[in-house]
């Protein structure tokens, strides 16, 4: 039946779109929070302000984490999970920049330009701050866009950004992550499959003492 399997290749595009670049995601959240110790700790300490220790962050904590939410930005932008996209073609000629995109041209995206190139000045750098206005509120870039953007945007981002934020949240707030020796750093080689993961590496998690 069409109409099924049409449903049933739905459903596996949201669960990959929504659960494996989770997984990714996360993986390299770990990796930057070792890397990154004085920016684990501020988010320590945020989450330590607006929940505390007696429960774990949920949802409705989200709008009251604003340095929470902007690390988990970059760490998006950064890891930039899906460096080239998915493919297009175009239906009809496009123009774009005074250049003419012919008929049933494939379009293949350059997220590494778009999340870490000249637009950002210090792109290679770990910065969540510039996802952050002066009064210290989260400040959307119409450049930052890990999910694409237009009718194809990924089907699972609504999913993925929940999961990312109450997992990321919640592992911040119990452990503190470190490397496995001190003092070496675990690399952001990566290796390419589906999605771009880190290479392998060991991390300490040690329980916060509350």
Same mark, same amino acid.
């Given at each position: =039946?069409? !109409?099924?399997n049409?449903?049933?290749?739905?459903?596996?595009?949201?669960?990959?779109?929504?659960?494996?670049?989770? %997984?990714t995601? @996360? *993986?390299?959240?770990v990796?930057?929070?070792? #890397?990154?110790?004085?920016?684990? #700790?501020?988010?320590?300490? $945020?989450?330590d302000?607006?929940?505390?220790?007696?429960? @774990? /962050?949920?949802?409705?904590d989200?709008?009251? @984490?604003?340095?929470?939410?902007?690390?988990l930005?970059?760490?998006?932008?950064?890891?930039?999970?899906?460096?080239?996209?998915?493919?297009?073609?175009?239906?009809?000629?496009?123009?774009?920049n005074?250049?003419?995109?012919?008929?049933? *041209?494939?379009?293949?995206?350059?997220?590494? $330009?778009?999340?870490?190139?000249?637009?950002?000045? =210090? !792109?290679?750098?770990? #910065? /969540?701050?510039?996802?952050? =206005?002066?009064?210290g509120?989260?400040?959307? =870039?119409?450049h930052?866009?890990?999910f694409?953007?237009?009718?194809?945007r990924?089907?699972g981002?609504?999913l993925?950004?929940? $999961?990312?934020? @109450?997992?990321?949240?919640?592992?911040?707030?119990?452990?503190?992550?470190?490397? $496995?020796? %001190?003092?070496?750093? /675990?690399?952001?080689d &990566?290796?390419? !499959?589906? *999605?771009?993961?880190?290479k392998?590496?060991?991390?300490? &998690?040690?329980?916060v003492?509350?």
């Amino acid at each position: =039946d069409v !109409g099924y399997n049409h449903l049933v290749n739905t459903l596996i595009d949201l669960f990959i779109a929504g659960s494996e670049t989770t %997984s990714t995601t @996360l *993986t390299w959240a770990v990796l930057y929070m070792i #890397r990154e110790p004085v920016i684990q #700790r501020k988010v320590q300490t $945020e989450l330590d302000t607006v929940v505390g220790g007696s429960r @774990l /962050p949920s949802l409705a904590d989200r709008p009251n @984490l604003p340095y929470t939410e902007a690390v988990l930005m970059e760490i998006q932008r950064c890891a930039n999970i899906v460096p080239n996209g998915v493919h297009h073609m175009s239906s009809k000629p496009v123009h774009v920049n005074g250049m003419t995109i012919p008929a049933n *041209t494939m379009i293949s995206p350059c997220f590494t $330009e778009l999340l870490k190139g000249d637009y950002w000045r =210090d !792109g290679m750098v770990f #910065r /969540p701050e510039r996802f952050l =206005d002066e009064s210290g509120a989260v400040k959307f =870039d119409e450049h930052f866009i890990p999910f694409s953007i237009g009718k194809r945007r990924c089907l699972g981002e609504t999913l993925a950004k929940a $999961e990312l934020f @109450l997992f990321f949240a919640s592992i911040v707030q119990q452990f503190d992550l470190k490397p $496995e020796i %001190s003092g070496q750093l /675990p690399s952001e080689d &990566c290796i390419t !499959g589906i *999605t771009v993961l880190p290479k392998p590496f060991k991390v300490i &998690c040690k329980p916060v003492l509350t």
